[in-house]
C-alpha cells in the first residue's frame, strides 16, 4: 500500500508540474498521471487499482465534505428558483436528448433509459475544482451552480432507484419511487434539524476546549459519521459528507475547518483524478472514437444549452447563465455509478461502460477551457444582439443588481438557522439540558484545578 501510495504521489506531483510550467489545468496532470500508471497503456499496472479506487472514493467525500463547509444553507434558499429551475431543465433535457441519441444509435428501450441517466448529471467535484483552479470561487454565478449540482445529485439518488426498478421488474414502480422519495425528504428534514439545533451549539459551548487537532479529529468524525448514515440510509456516501460539511458551515468554527481540511481534500482529491485517469483504456479510445465523440458532443452542447437556458428562466443574468452552463460540460461520479449499475444488473451493453468513461474524461480534459470560452462568448452575443434583446439583458442585470442590494442589507440580522436555534434554546426542555451540561464541565474544570493543584 505504500508503494501504491509512492507511486501515485511522485507520477502526479511530476505530470501536474509539467502541466503547470505549460499553464494548464493540474486536474488534466492527475488524469494523465493515472493513464500512466494505469494498466492499460504499459501492459500492466504499476499500482493497485483496488487500494486507488478506495482512496479515491475518500477524495471525493473530502472533497464534497470541504464544498459543503463552504456553502451555506440560506445560499440554497436564496438560490431557489434559480437552483429548481435550473436543475430542472438540465435533467429533463439532457435525459431526453440521451434517450433521443440512444434510440437513434439502435439501443433498446433499456440501454437509452441508463444512456439518459447517465448524460444529465454534471460532476460536483470536477466543477468546484474547475472553478477553483480558474480563480472563480467568488463569482456570483457559483452559488447558483452550487445550488443545481445539490439538486442534480439529490435527483440522482431518486433516478437510480427508479431505474433499478425498471430494470428489474421491466416496469415502473411508482409506489416505490415515492417511498424513496418521502425517506429522503424526512431524512433531509432530520439533518437540517441537526444542523440548526444540536452541532453549531454544541461547539459554541466547547470551543475553549477545541485546539486545532481535537477539531479536525471532531469534524472528521462527524463527516464519517454522517456517511455511514446516508449509507445506511440507502442514499450516496457523497450526498452525506456534502451535508455535514453545511451543518458545520452553521457553526462558528467553520473557517477554522475549512483551513484544516484544505491539506486533506487536496491530497485525496488528487487521487480521485488519477483514479479517474486509470479507468481509461487507449484501446477503447480507438475502438469506439465515434460513439465517444457523440456522446461528447450531446454532453457539451446540450449542458451548455439546457443550462444557460435553464438558469436564464431561473432568473440570472445572461453572463451568469452562460458560465454556469459552460461549467458543466462534463459528466462525472454519479455516471460511473449508474453505468455500473446497469453492468451489475446485466441490462446494458458491456460497451457502454468504457464510453460513458472515455467521454467523462475527455469532457473532464475540455471542461476547463470550455469554462474561459463563457465570457468571450457572452461579449459576442451581446455586442452582436439586436436592441431590443441588449435592453432585455440590460434590464435582467439591472433587477440581479438590486435584488443583492437588498439581500445584502437583509444579511446583517440574524440568519433563519440563528433564529431557529434562539427560539429552540429557550424552550424549556432544550435549557435544562445545557444547563446541566454547562453544570457538568464546571464541575470537570474545578476538578482539573484542583488535581492540578495538589
Known amino acids: 500500500m505504500v508503494h501504491d501510495l509512492y507511486i ?29 500508471v494505469g494498466p492499460y497503456l504499459f501492459g500492466g499496472s504499476f499500482v493497485n487499482a483496488e487500494n486507488v479506487e478506495t482512496w479515491g472514493n475518500v477524495g471525493v467525500l473530502f472533497v464534497l465534505f470541504c464544498i459543503g463547509l463552504e456553502f451555506r444553507i440560506k445560499n440554497l434558499i436564496s438560490s431557489g428558483k434559480i437552483a429548481a429551475i435550473g436543475a430542472l431543465t438540465i435533467i429533463g433535457g439532457m ?12 439501443m433498446d428501450m433499456m440501454n437509452a433509459l441508463f444512456l439518459a441517466g447517465m448524460l444529465c448529471m454534471s460532476s460536483t467535484t470536477i466543477v468546484m475544482k474547475a472553478v477553483d483552479e480558474a480563480g472563480l470561487s467568488k463569482a456570483r454565478f457559483v452559488k447558483g451552480a452550487t445550488s ?32 424513496k422519495v418521502v425517506v429522503l425528504a424526512v431524512t433531509l428534514v432530520a439533518w437540517f434539524v441537526i444542523g440548526i439545533l444540536i452541532i453549531p451549539t ?29 449509507e445506511e440510509a440507502g442514499f450516496s456516501s457523497a450526498l452525506g459528507a456534502f451535508v455535514m460539511g453545511t451543518i458545520l458551515a452553521e457553526t462558528v468554527e467553520a473557517h477554522r475547518i475549512e483551513k484544516l481540511m484544505t491539506p486533506l481534500k487536496n491530497v485525496f482529491a488528487a487521487i480521485f483524478f488519477v483514479s479517474v485517469g486509470m479507468m481509461i483504456n487507449p484501446a477503447n479510445l480507438v475502438e469506439y472514437w465515434s460513439s465517444i465523440l457523440i456522446v461528447s458532443l450531446v454532453v457539451i452542447f446540450g449542458m451548455i444549452l439546457f443550462g444557460t437556458l435553464g438558469c436564464w428562466w431561473g432568473g440570472e443574468t445572461m453572463k451568469d447563465a452562460m458560465q454556469t452552463g459552460f461549467s458543466f460540460v462534463q459528466i462525472g461520479e ?40 463563457a465570457v468571450p462568448c457572452y461579449n459576442f452575443l451581446y455586442s ?19 435584488a443583492e442590494q437588498q439581500t445584502a442589507k437583509t444579511s446583517d440580522g440574524p440568519s433563519a438557522a440563528d433564529k431557529a436555534r434562539k427560539a429552540v434554546r429557550h424552550t424549556f426542555v432544550t435549557k435544562r439540558l445545557l444547563d446541566l451540561f454547562l453544570k457538568n464541565m464546571s464541575a470537570n474544570d474545578e476538578a482539573h484545578n484542583e488535581a492540578k493543584d495538589e
Open 8 to 36: 501515485l504521489m511522485i507520477t502526479a506531483g511530476v505530470v501536474s508540474l509539467l502541466f503547470k510550467l505549460m499553464k494548464q489545468p493540474v486536474v488534466l496532470g492527475y488524469i494523465v498521471a493515472g493513464v500512466v
Open 148 to 179: 443545481i449540482l445539490i439538486i442534480e445529485d439529490v435527483v440522482a439518488v431518486v433516478l437510480m432507484v427508479l431505474l433499478s426498478s425498471i430494470a428489474i421488474r421491466h416496469q415502473f414502480e411508482g409506489g416505490e419511487l415515492i417511498r
Open 384 to 402: 452582436h444582439a439586436s436592441d431590443k434583446l441588449r435592453a432585455k439583458l440590460d434590464n435582467r442585470e439591472q433587477q440581479v443588481a438590486l
Open 202 to 230: 454544541f461547539l459554541r459551548k466547547v470551543k475553549p476546549y477545541l485546539n486545532d487537532e481535537t477539531l479536525i479529529i471532531l469534524a472528521l468524525g462527524l463527516c464519517l459519521g454522517m456517511v455511514l448514515t446516508a
Open 334 to 373: 454519479f455516471s460511473f455509478i449508474i453505468a455500473a449499475l446497469g453492468n451489475k444488473l446485466q441490462v446494458t451493453d458491456p460497451a457502454l461502460y468504457p464510453i460513458i468513461v472515455a467521454a467523462s474524461v475527455v469532457t473532464t480534459f475540455l471542461t476547463p477551457y470550455i469554462m474561459k470560452a
Open 95 to 106: 435525459m431526453l436528448a440521451g434517450f433521443g441519441v440512444g434510440k437513434w444509435a439502435g
